[in-house]
């Protein structure tokens, strides 16, 4: 891991940098580079964020005119709509020593984006949601972030890519080098698996079994679900350890006999297999399918999950505790 000490050269000094996009990781980046001295400005399609920056005081401009003026040019769009955002209002105006920065590899890894030859690629991937990095920033912290390049026009892709990191706070945290492809296949992985897909089926499940077995909605609900945070919040704390250590002895025996069988073989092949997928772009392929086809599976399964039984009840269930809200507090979009 590296660190603020190890960060020593100055390439990115005097450049200006575009933020195309101001949402999650495009407000958080945008504050933090500016808090840190350098020159910044915000290009996005007219609406919500565009006055969002404005209000947080950036030189706000559509994305073409951000591209134009800037040296370094961070796409912080949603994944699916980068590539038309870049081929429409970035290509053209990419000069020769210009930067192209990612904050995830998908684009330029499954070729959606093809850079010019002309420029460096380089990636800073916060490794948490941009209201975390701009809080954290705030306090004298950070998040740790990945960094690497893609393509090496100037000759120093890697130190700029540290620069921006350092820039955004990250290396106070620390600093993993990583590379576009091993980023992309690493994050898509990990939140297909374990984060969110694992995560959301497992609870799923569970409820699904206590209800069909004849116990109550809000009962399942609190075991399966509401508990799911303490229990995480221990695990990032002190990993399984403590986690361990604050559970009883019955919970701790049930778990290393019971957790393998549930969480077996089946279990392992399917995300080998979800592996491959990502690896061979299959997955990619799907995914984008999907979007240019009007997002029609993504509307369907947003709308199935959002009625379940499950969502159902926890909502109101939430309604009665509003100190659980509170764990939003740094989650909420766009509080610079
Ligand atoms: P958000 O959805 O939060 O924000 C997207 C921004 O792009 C919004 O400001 C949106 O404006 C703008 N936008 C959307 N469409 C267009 C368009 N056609 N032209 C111009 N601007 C547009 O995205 P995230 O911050 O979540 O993601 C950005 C990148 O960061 C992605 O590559 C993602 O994978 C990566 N990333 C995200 C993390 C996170 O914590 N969310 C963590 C690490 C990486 P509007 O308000 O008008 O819709
Ligand atoms: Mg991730
Ligand atoms: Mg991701």
Redesign the pocket.
Known sequence: MLYDKDVTTNYLQGKTLAF????????AQANNLRDSGYDVVV????????E?AKTDGFRVMS?AEAAQQADWVQ?????E??S??YKN?VEPYLKPGDVLG???G??VHYKEIVPPDFVDVVMM??????NL?RRTYKEGFGVPALYGYFQDYSGHAEDLSKEFAKGNGAARAGLLKTSFKEETEE?LFGEQNVLMGGVTALIETGFEVLTEAGYSPQLAYFEVEHEMKLICDLIYEGGFNKMYADCSNTSEYGSYVVGPKVVGAESKQAMKDALENIQNGKFAKEFMDDYRNGFKNLYKMRERSANSLLSEVGEQLRERMPFVKEADKYST?QSA
């Open positions: 195309v996009g101001y949402g999650s990781q495009g407000h290009g996005v399609r007219p609406g919500k964020s565009f969002a994305v796409m912080l769009t949603p994944d709509v980068m038309d955002v209002e990612f904050s995830h998908f684009n991937a916060p490794k948490g949601p941009g990095c994050d979009p």
